[in-house]
């Protein structure tokens, strides 16, 4: 059963700390996302990628935030500096575009970070 | 612009009754329309889908119809149970771009 896996789970952080957040797409897929969940603000679009090259990532602070895919199997995001405001549930998500587009994004279980 | 518009949570009902959670769209064109479903303690999964006008999506009881004409997608269960207490995403996406925008999200909860 493929899934898309995501590295730590849980991270607690103090301000000012680098955070760096990994995900590990389905293999084969040529898309991945990165989503931001809070209560205030839901489930923001923070950027993603179309064969390892980055298609968008306007949701995405650019002054701390990076995102990155070093190789088809690996995407990082990375916070540097951290703040208390970044605290949220960091999901990755996968998928297949073009002619073989299914239709549907499969999410990983997130990473949920404290920022203290 | 694209977007989805969807009822506000939290929604509660008992088991058994009946469930309406209202979607509207906004979109230029034919996007295919979505439900996704998170449960508590995990990423979003996709519920069902339907790609074209007066398609009806279905999975797990839950059901839903992609009517152009009121540009709504409603997510409709007759009997709910208290495992689908989630929070269920109404979304849009077209087949030329990769990405798929998301409502804000529903709340169920169902007593037992």
């Known amino acids: 059963d493929a899934r898309v896996t995501q590295t730590p789970r849980d991270k607690v952080t103090e301000m000012g700390q680098e955070v760096t957040m990994r995900c590990q797409p389905i293999l084969g897929h040529n898309t991945v996302f990165w989503y931001r969940q809070t209560m205030m603000q839901g489930l923001e679009l923070l950027a993603y990628?179309?064969?390892?090259?980055?298609?968008?990532d306007s949701g995405m602070p650019k002054d701390r935030f990076s995102a990155e895919m070093p190789d088809a199997t690996l995407a990082t995001l990375k916070i540097q500096p951290s703040e208390p405001r970044d605290s949220a549930v960091y999901f990755c998500?996968?998928?297949?575009?073009?002619?073989?587009?299914?239709?549907?994004?499969?999410f990983g279980p997130g990473t949920r970070l404290t920022v203290t | 612009g694209n977007s989805v518009t969807q009822m506000e949570g939290p929604v509660t009902l008992s088991e058994e009754a009946f469930l309406t959670i209202n979607c509207t769209y906004t979109?230029?064109?034919?996007?295919?329309l979505f439900w996704y479903v998170q449960y508590p303690g995990e990423g979003l999964q996709l519920l069902l889908k339907?790609?074209?006008?007066?398609d009806k999506g279905s999975n797990k009881g839950f059901e839903a119809t992609y009517r152009k004409e009121t540009t709504s997608f409603h997510l409709e269960k007759g009997s709910v149970q208290v495992s689908d207490s989630a929070v269920y995403f109404c979304?849009?996406?077209?087949?030329?771009?990769?990405?798929?925008?998301f409502g804000s999200g529903t709340r169920l909860s169902i007593r037992p």
């Open positions: 979109a230029t064109g034919y996007p295919s």
């Open positions: 990628f179309r064969n390892r090259a980055p298609l968008d």
């Open positions: 998500a996968s998928g297949l575009s073009g002619r073989l587009w299914t239709y549907e994004q499969y």
């Open positions: 979304a849009l996406a077209y087949s030329s771009a990769s990405k798929i925008i």
């Open positions: 339907a790609t074209k006008a007066d």
